[in-house]
Nanobody
Framework: VQLQASGGGLVQAGGSLRLSCTASGRTSSSDHMGWFRQAPGKEREFVSSTWWSGSTPYYSDPVKGRFTISRDNAKNTVYLQMNSLKPEDTAVYFC???????????????????WGQGTLVTVSS
């Protein structure tokens, strides 16, 4: 599976961006798709994730209520709609995919097998 992330950019605080992650290769309904981010000098952290099957999505506390993850199975694409952006959202955002047997600790980056190249989101104050 290869992942191609896009959609990052520079936005003012309070603005919105939509990130896209398109997967090529073998995918299945038991695959889990995640978004992580890494700010300068900080560790990579979980942002959001979802199953290709469309089960309940997951969000980290800092983004809950502001970010929405969705997917378009026909396009093999997962989106991250980011609203009410804050300067602390500034980071490189990575999409990731995991082949699973139906269970995953979705916040654990080590459980994802494939990673996109990252897209930079910069939020100015």
């Amino acid at each position: 599976v290869q992942l191609q992330a896009s959609g990052g950019g520079l936005v003012q605080a309070g603005g919105s961006l939509r990130l896209s992650c398109t997967a090529s290769g073998r995918t299945s309904s038991s695959d889990h798709m995640g978004w992580f981010r890494q700010a300068p000098g900080k560790e990579r952290e979980f942002v959001s994730s979802t199953w290709w099957s469309g089960s309940t999505p997951y969000y980290s506390d800092p983004v809950k209520g502001r970010f929405t993850i969705s997917r378009d199975n026909a396009k093999n694409t997962v989106y991250l709609q980011m609203n009410s952006l804050k300067p602390e959202d500034t980071a490189v955002y990575f999409c990731a995919a995991a082949h699973t047997s139906g269970f995953i600790t979705h916040t654990d980056a080590r459980q994802y097998h494939y990673w996109g190249q990252g897209t930079l989101v910069t939020v100015s104050s």
